[in-house]
């Protein structure tokens, strides 16, 4: 069984950034792929960035290539989620997920998922 945490939402101007924290407790985390997702108001939850549990491969969706970069401390528990030049259509909740399988991008093969963080960005 393995916890998740977000934190780091909030409320940001167009351009700024943020970074979102999930911090891990329980079970193995460090061996665990963690995925972010996000999930706006009236749409479908999509996925935005995933990390293997090694650090060494990373995924990213397209809207998010080069602003984004996801990142993970083991010895802390906890990935990151380093958000920057957000845009207002980057308004959602942000949730983090742990699997053991490989499709980063994938919601359905996650087994964990945290309690999620608003991230709200105005024009």
């Known amino acids: 069984q393995v916890q998740l945490v977000e934190s780091g939402g909030g409320l940001v101007q167009a351009g700024g950034s943020l970074r979102l924290s999930c911090a891990g407790s329980?079970?193995?985390?460090?061996?665990?792929?963690i995925g972010w997702f996000r999930q706006a108001p009236g749409k479908e939850r999509e996925s935005v960035a995933g990390?293997?549990?090694?650090?060494?491969?990373?995924h990213y969706a397209d809207p998010v290539k080069g602003r984004f970069t996801v990142s993970r401390d083991n010895a802390k528990n906890t990935v990151y989620l380093q958000m920057n030049s957000l845009k207002p259509d980057d308004t959602a909740v942000y949730y983090c997920?742990?699997?053991?399988?490989?499709?980063?991008?994938?919601?359905?093969?996650?087994?964990?998922w945290g309690q999620g963080t608003q991230v709200t960005v105005s024009s």
């Open positions: 997920a742990a699997t053991s399988r490989a499709n980063l991008g994938v919601d359905s093969v996650y087994d964990y």
């Open positions: 329980g079970g193995a985390f460090r061996f665990y792929n």
């Open positions: 990390i293997f549990w090694s650090g060494g491969i990373t």
